[in-house]
């Protein structure tokens, strides 16, 4: 039973702040990379929004660089998202990702959170 927790989500004026919080579950045999994605409203599929992965390797979707941070806690099992400088197309429902190695290190499931809602207005 795995489970994502995500929280921290809500509604700013664009140019403000929020930071997501995402607590996974203990049960994950081995959490290779954790990360955000999003659903902007009217789009059918998920874009990257940032990933973190055991060492501290980072990757962020283009439209977000130079604005957000991801961060992780291994101890607490949980993965941070702080957002700054937030604009209306940033808004969308935000979706905590695990992804889940084997014991030779090859990526053999993910799992997801509920998702979590972040509006922007301008």
């Known amino acids: 039973q795995v489970q994502l927790v995500e929280s921290g989500g809500g509604s700013v004026q664009a140019g403000g702040s929020l930071r997501l919080s995402c607590v996974a579950s203990?049960?994950?045999?081995?959490?290779?990379?954790m990360g955000w994605y999003r659903q902007p409203p009217g789009k059918q599929h998920r874009e990257l929004v940032a990933?973190?992965?055991?060492?501290?390797?980072?990757n962020y979707g283009n439209s977000v660089k130079g604005r957000f941070t991801i961060s992780r806690d291994e101890a607490k099992n949980t993965v941070y998202l702080q957002m700054n400088s937030l604009k209306p197309e940033d808004t969308g429902v935000y979706y905590c990702n695990a992804e889940e190695g084997n014991y030779y290190g090859e990526i053999v499931d993910d799992y997801w959170g509920q998702g979590i809602q972040v509006t922007v207005s301008s």
């Open positions: 990933s973190i992965i055991t060492g501290g390797a980072t």
């Open positions: 203990a049960n994950i045999f081995n959490v290779q990379g």
